[in-house]
């Protein structure tokens, strides 16, 4: 059996705490997996600590729990689950019993097919809102533009340990953990699966707090925003420089009026001078947030020694 760490963030779910629990029994019951299960409350404002804590019992595999003092967010809660797994291959999922852990089986086979190191279950039908669902699709349309495989990201992830390296060397805040993922992982691919209605309550994410999110992925946790500042400062400046000569040409072989052509080529040639040193500046600092962000880190999927 191979190890595996199964990382769930838990916020306000008493009501379904039991039932999830139960559901994990039956992939542990399968026996093809050794589990081991990294609860994260993400300061949870119900009784969902003492619920869990009650419902200890009822697992039949090794818990480990953790509580974190407020609420940081269901990417910075996983990550901190990351920070603490130990096992070969590691897992997540959401606790609202909308993703079955028994299909994890059919995500660690594809990964086996595909030689892969990060496995997304992707949904043939999801049961979020209309709202929701076109948030999502439009936001990895944006995304996609970095040449990552956003289109594949869901919740419900199977990766081998050197896809978590990122979250080993700091525990702080993380606003988009797929980020990291993907770029830990040189094979990335998908299997489908099945996505159920949510039983339980609401989703903790209202229209705002979607909104807030993509936003903060946006301009928070993507390069994208500088890389098209960069673009079109170049891009400007080569438009400005042509229409500039265009003048010029216009002033030599044509009739126009004395200071017109000075007047326009001063100000295309000075704008498109700053134009350009805006697209340099905005790639320098694209590459200072690449660094920051670890995202230029080399990754040591294995060494061996004789």
């Known amino acids: 059996m191979k190890?595996?760490?199964?990382?769930?963030?838990?916020?306000?779910s008493t009501a379904s705490i039991k039932q999830l629990i139960s559901s994990i029994n039956?992939?542990?019951?399968?026996?093809?997996?050794?589990l081991h299960v990294i609860f994260v409350n993400d300061g949870?404002?119900?009784?969902?600590?003492?619920?869990?804590?009650?419902?200890l019992g009822i697992a039949n595999f090794k818990i480990t729990y953790i509580r974190l003092a407020k609420n940081y967010g269901q990417h910075s809660a996983t990550a901190t689950g990351f920070f603490h797994s130990k096992a070969e291959f590691i897992a997540t999922m959401d606790d609202d019993?909308?993703?079955?852990?028994?299909?994890l089986i059919q995500l660690h086979k594809k990964m086996l097919e595909e030689n892969a190191d990060l496995v997304y279950g992707t949904?043939?039908?999801?049961?979020?809102?209309?709202?929701?669902?076109?948030?999502?699709?439009?936001?990895?349309?944006?995304?996609?533009?970095?040449?990552?495989?956003y289109k594949l990201v869901t919740s419900f992830r199977l990766m081998k340990k050197e896809a978590v390296v990122a979250f080993k060397s700091k525990q702080s805040k993380f606003h988009f953990i797929d980020d990291y993922l993907i770029h830990s992982s040189s094979i990335v691919c998908s299997n489908k699966v099945s996505h159920h209605s949510r039983l339980f309550g609401k989703s903790g994410y209202s229209?705002?707090?979607?909104?807030?999110?993509?936003?903060?992925?946006?301009?928070?946790?993507?390069s994208l925003p500088l890389k098209f500042i960069s673009r079109l400062g170049v891009f400007l400046s080569i438009a400005f420089f042509a229409i500039g000569c265009y003048y010029i040409f216009q002033?030599?072989?044509?009739?126009?009026?004395?200071?017109?052509?000075?007047?326009?080529?001063?100000?295309f040639f000075s704008t498109g001078l700053i134009m350009f040193s805006l697209g340099v500046i905005?790639?320098?600092?694209?590459?200072?947030?690449?660094?920051?962000?670890?995202?230029?880190?080399?990754?040591?999927?294995?060494?061996c020694k004789n």
């Not at 039956?26 to 050794?34: G, P, V």
């Not at 949870?44 to 419902?55: A, I, N, R, V």
């Not at 229209?207 to 993507?222: C, D, K, N, R």
């Open 3 to 12: 190890d595996l760490d199964l990382v769930i963030p838990v916020y306000n």
């Open 97 to 103: 019993l909308q993703h079955n852990p028994i299909e």
């Open 26 to 34: 039956q992939l542990a019951q399968s026996a093809y997996f050794n």
């Open 251 to 267: 002033k030599l072989f044509y009739d126009v009026a004395i200071g017109f052509t000075s007047l326009i080529v001063a100000i």
């Open 282 to 303: 905005g790639e320098y600092i694209r590459q200072i947030w690449v660094s920051n962000q670890e995202l230029d880190k080399v990754i040591v999927a294995e060494i």
């Open 207 to 222: 229209g705002v707090s979607l909104f807030s999110l993509a936003y903060t992925i946006l301009f928070l946790h993507s």
């Open 123 to 149: 949904f043939e039908e999801k049961k979020h809102s209309f709202f929701r669902n076109s948030g999502t699709k439009i936001l990895q349309l944006i995304l996609g533009s970095e040449s990552k495989k």
């Open 44 to 55: 949870s404002q119900d009784k969902t600590h003492e619920t869990l804590l009650d419902s």
